[in-house]
């Protein structure tokens, strides 16, 4: 579903002819007159928003500004200039009208200028000539405007330019600025230009630092221009001007601005009731910002489960979740008139206890051990309690609460009572509870032995609900229990249930009258001898309002709204709210309470008191409300009142006409013939009258009979003439007299006192006739291409780029066509591609297919039915940048010790790199068949074209796969194929285990033992060393033996015997063992 709001959370309304939300999402504002113009619609901020039952998410602020069209003139004013200096003329708009009116050319008399050697038009609209001679004194120079949104040029009055001889002069500045703001990757062109004798110089600082030309900062005829703009160019500028005679300077202000973008993280959010959720935004484009969070579409502020933490506030953390809380979670930064907002949903479960298993009605005897057991489900983990008769169980050495969580993450809470007495006896409850809710489950345990009733306490009941009353009996058997009140036997109406089994009592639908009161318990132990407990019963009675209905009002009226509490305990507590919250101050209402009453109060209604509103009663028993709707009716108004309208005979005409009010009012269009006095009658609808959706009268043909006092009848159609010819064009008119004809020529109303013109009227029949004459033209066509589209774009992406263009002046020839062509940067045109024959009702069009992150020069041309217009202004647009689409180049692994291998890699190939490399990602594990490690990752930061990175600390003697993926700023790009390498080997980290030597004779050794545990052996086995000596009596040394690698080549299954030697020593390289 989708909704606009206006920024202050007011919905919007239609508003026939003037504002029209479609169904499906569009706000549409119709052109209205000035009489129609209202700040609450045509200058105002809106918002839209989308709610389906996962959430709601707001737009970002749409800021709308009607502009009011309005007379206003243009001028150039006369310029003094040295002869070999310069001169500027600067075209001067009216303050109501700059922000909409830019200069598009200048003329020499009537030629038009191009911008060139000695004249030039800057990007601000002024006129500079350079190298200023004697005849440019000779013309006169005007400007041409044109408005940005109706399209409409002006030409200026003509401008003189005085030329005098050169005089030694400091300079004196022409042209500069004050202050620039363009967006970031753009062009802006910075003016300075001075007058002086001899030419002064230039010089450019930046904060005044002195700025040295480059590819993006270039000193032109017409101050500094800087290509493709960086936030890090905002400054201060200073343009240095001097000569001989003198200096001065210049100093303006730059900020480029850089568009605002946020992403909120994480991506997705699970959780359940009670967790907790944490938000991040990260925004960039600024570091002065405000941000804002939502949830759902309202604004989110700190409660005491809300906090939000960080310099920008751009850290947002809800505890204790609840059902209410899930759905749309918004970030929005705010900049001046720029925004940027990114959402993510918040998925909550419901985690809700819920007992899966637990203990049973029981009988045991006295010293028995009892074991109960309750098993709960929730999230989080609910806390379970226990209690006996409706009292906590009380911890001692014999009773014990113990409880574990399982594997599946339900909680097991066990109570265990290991020497049961009588009193001991009665209902056990475990209650589990978390934050999403609470459930319960009980049980009785008799424990045989006396019968008793423990005592019992009064109970407060709610009028209207259901109440239960346990009889708190102990020991075990007894015959019966029953309930008495007043000494009546339970139950004597519907309402009232015993359970004898378990001894509670259920009083339904509870009644003050009636229910109130002393209950007594009676226990029949034996046939003769009854124990009984009395309770009390207080009943409360919660609040009741008497229903109301709020009438309909009109807007201006006074309103009165009762909220009157018919009956409840007192004291009873009322408040009021609209639409769901508190009543806001800002609407003006007044609350009245007296005791049991509440009233609201408008003095002034109008359209901000629509809605909902809520009397809300409560007192010790409960909360109640009731709830109207109050709708404000406004009177009908004319938002657009028929006026009077000419019409020419069988074509088609519109009678302007739309109200609004509420209900939305019924629009009846009635119709007088003659001229006498009028007699309305109402109008017939047909297919040639329609009442259109806004109220408006369209009359497809108009007929005779349509007639107001005057039509024409035929009427003058475009005529070709050549300049200094005469020209005829007749005018016929039919209806009531006498009949007036008006000339009008673009809006102007032509003198026929004018000598240029002559207009002659006469009656032919019924009809008047109207000629007029010129001793020139009327309408002179001249035949030529059309003049080229001015071109912007819209919208840059990683392989796209929408342009929209603005035609201008169509050659007097309707337009054909329009051709689209685009280079890279670095090529010439004659690579040119593009389209040719975009459809000449189309003024936007994307290209497709384009490289990522590259330089393209744009341009357009217009075509006619006599030729092709000139090139458009000429954009150079860099596309964003995208994933990498190819992987990094050879990658190669070097193992140069048992834990190291060294990992060399190249750079993706150049055209599939989408950007610039900024950092890599090395991913590697243990390799073997069918295995399912998971990669260790590494980020390695980009260099260069070559790369290279050493992994430590790794397995012995074991092999290792290894992928490459390389970033730039948009993302990862594919990964390289894996490539397996084996670190070297090593001696052996553990020695052979379970030796055993044993004398076989008197003159040999039998040993044996086990290999080492392969993970130790850090390479391929290549056989074992034995080394032996004999044990000399008194200290003597003894010879030491060894038995060869070679020897050893051949014993791989032990036991083996060996030569006469004493008890001996098997040893391995690296490890020995005695």
Not at 771 to 783: D, G, K
Not at 878 to 892: F, L, M, N, S
Not at 953 to 958: R, S
């Amino acid at each position: 579903m989708l909704r606009w709001y206006l920024a202050t959370g007011e919905e919007i309304y239609d508003v026939p002819g003037i504002r029209h939300v479609h169904s499906n999402g569009t706000l549409q504002i119709f052109p209205s007159s000035p009489a129609s113009f209202s700040n609450l619609i045509h200058d105002n901020t809106y918002y839209c928003t989308a709610e389906n039952p996962s959430g709601k998410i707001r737009s970002q602020d749409v800021h709308i500004k009607a502009v009011l069209r309005e007379p206003y003139s243009i001028r150039v004013e006369d310029q003094k200039a040295m002869r070999g200096d310069v001169a500027v003329f600067k075209c001067i708009i009216p303050a109501s009208v700059v922000a909409y009116v830019t200069v598009v050319s200048w003329e020499k008399d009537t030629v038009s200028l191009v911008s060139g050697l000695r004249f030039i038009i800057t990007s601000t609209g002024a006129l500079y000539i350079l190298d200023v001679q004697n005849e440019d004194g000779l013309y006169n120079y005007r400007c041409v405007t044109k408005h940005k949104y109706t399209e409409e040029t002006r030409l200026s009055n003509g401008a003189r330019l005085f030329v005098s001889d050169p005089v030694n002069s400091k300079p004196t500045i022409l042209d500069g600025f004050d202050h620039r703001e363009t967006m970031a990757s753009q062009k802006v062109e910075l003016p300075c230009k001075a007058s002086g004798h001899p030419s002064p110089k230039y010089r450019w600082l930046k904060d005044k630092i002195p700025l040295e030309p480059d590819s993006r900062f270039q000193q032109t005829n017409t101050g500094l221009l800087i290509e493709n703009t960086r936030p890090t160019d905002t400054g201060s500028y200073m343009c240095e001007v001097w000569n001989h005679y003198g200096s001065t300077e210049l100093v303006g202000h730059l900020n480029v601005k850089q568009l605002l973008r946020a992403v909120v993280s994480p991506r997705k959010v699970k959780g359940s009731v009670g967790s907790q959720v944490s938000l991040s935004c990260s925004v960039t484009g600024s570091d002065d910002y405000e941000l804002s969070w939502y949830r759902n579409g309202e604004i989110i502020n700190p409660g005491s489960n809300i906090r939000i933490l960080g310099r920008n506030r751009e850290n947002l953390m809800v505890e204790g979740m609840a059902k209410s809380d899930g759905g749309a979670f918004q970030c929005f930064a705010r900049k001046g008139k720029m925004s940027a907002q990114d959402f993510v949903q918040v998925i909550l479960e419901d985690g809700t206890p819920k007992i899966t298993s637990a203990f049973s009605e029981k009988v045991v005897s006295p010293n028995e051990l009892v074991s109960l057991m309750c098993n709960v489900k929730g999230t989080p983990l609910p806390t379970i309690t226990w209690t006996l008769d409706d009292d906590p169980i009380v911890k001692d050495g014999n009773h014990r609460i113990s409880q574990i969580i399982t594997s599946e993450g339900n909680v097991l809470s066990y109570l265990n009572i290991s020497n049961t007495q009588v009193r001991d006896g009665g209902v056990y409850r475990c209650a589990a509870n978390n934050s999403a809710g609470v459930v319960t489950y009980q049980a009785r345990i008799n424990v045989r032995g006396p019968a008793s009733i423990r005592p019992m306490k009064n109970i407060t009941a709610i009028a209207g609900r259901d109440t239960f009353i346990h009889c708190r009996v102990i020991g075990y058997p007894y015959y019966s229990i029953k309930w008495y009140k007043n000494s009546n036997l339970i139950p004597f109406n519907h309402r009232q249930r015993a359970f004898e089994n378990n001894g509670t009592l259920m009083l339904s639908d509870v009644q003050k009258e009636i229910d109130e009161g002393e209950y007594t318990c009676s226990v029949l132990l034996q046939p003769q001898l009854l124990i009984s407990q009395s309770v009390h019963v207080t009943v409360k009675v919660p609040p009741f309002i008497q229903p109301f209905e709020i009438q309909r009002f009109s807007i201006g009226q006074r309103v009165f709204i009762p909220c009157v509490v018919v009956s409840g305990d007192l004291p009873i507590t009322i408040t009021w709210q609209k639409d769901g919250r508190p009543m806001p101050a800002s609407l003006g209402v007044s609350i009245d309470n007296l005791d049991f009453t509440s009233s609201l109060r408008i003095s002034n209604l109008s359209l901000i008191h629509n809605g909902n509103y809520t009397c809300i009663a409560r007192n010790d028993a409960a909360a109640v409300e009731h709830q109207s709707q109050l709708i404000v009716r406004v009177p009908p108004r004319f938002v657009v009142q028929p006026g009077d309208q000419d019409g020419i005979y069988g074509k088609a005409v519109v009678l302007n006409c739309s109200a609004e009010g509420y209900p939305v009012p019924t629009i009846v269009w009635n119709f007088s013939k003659g001229p006498d006095v009028p007699i309305f009658q109402p109008i017939a609808l047909n297919g040639r009258i329609q009442l259109l959706v806004n109220g408006s009268l369209l009359i497809k043909h108009v007929l005779e009979e349509d007639s107001v006092p005057a039509m024409v009848t035929s009427y003058p159609n475009t005529t070709l003439a050549t300049q200094g010819q005469k020209k005829e064009v007749i005018c016929t008119a039919h209806g009531e007299k006498p009949i007036i004809v008006r000339w009008e020529k673009e809006d102007r109303i032509i003198n026929p006192e004018m000598s240029r013109y002559i207009v002659t009227t006469k009656e032919v029949g019924s009809e008047v006739v109207s000629t007029l004459q010129s001793n020139s033209s009327v309408h002179y066509l001249s035949l030529e291409p059309p003049d080229p589209p001015e071109v912007e774009i819209r919208e840059v992406r990683e392989r796209s780029i929408t342009l929209r263009w603005t035609m201008g002046f169509d050659g007097n020839s309707p337009i054909t066509g329009y051709d689209i062509e685009y280079k890279n940067k670095t090529d010439s045109w004659d690579s040119v591609q593009g389209t040719k024959g975009v459809s000449p009702h189309l003024n936007q069009a994307t290209m497709i297919d384009l490289h990522p992150s590259s330089t393209y020069n744009i341009r357009i041309y217009a075509n006619n039915q006599i030729g092709k217009s000139k090139a458009s202004n000429e954009l150079t647009i860099t596309t964003d940048e995208a994933a990498p689409d190819g992987p990094p180049q050879d990658v190669q692994l070097e193992p140069i010790s048992s834990q190291s291998i060294k990992v060399s890699w190249k750079s993706p190939k150049k055209h599939l790199q989408n950007g610039m490399i900024r950092r890599y990602q090395i991913c590697y594990r243990e390799y073997s068949t069918g295995s399912n490690f998971q990669f260790n990752i590494i980020n390695v930061e980009s260099t260069g074209d070559s790369e290279v990175y050493t992994l430590d600390n790794l397995k012995k003697f074991t092999q290792y796969g290894v992928v490459v993926q390389a970033y730039n700023r948009a993302g990862p790009g594919p990964s390289s194929q894996q490539i397996i390498a084996t670190t070297l080997e090593d001696v052996p980290s553990r020695p052979p285990e379970n030796v055993v030597a044993t004398a076989t004779s008197s003159e040999t050794i039998s040993l044996s033992w086990s290999v080492p545990p392969k993970e130790a052996l850090n390479g391929i086995l290549q056989g074992y060393r034995v080394i032996y000596w004999a044990n000399l009596p008194d200290g003597a040394t003894p010879s030491v033996a060894e038995v060869s690698a070679a020897f050893l080549a051949a014993l791989r299954a032990p036991p083996k015997v060996f030569p006469p030697a004493l008890p001996g020593v098997a040893e391995v390289p690296g490890s020995r063992d005695n």
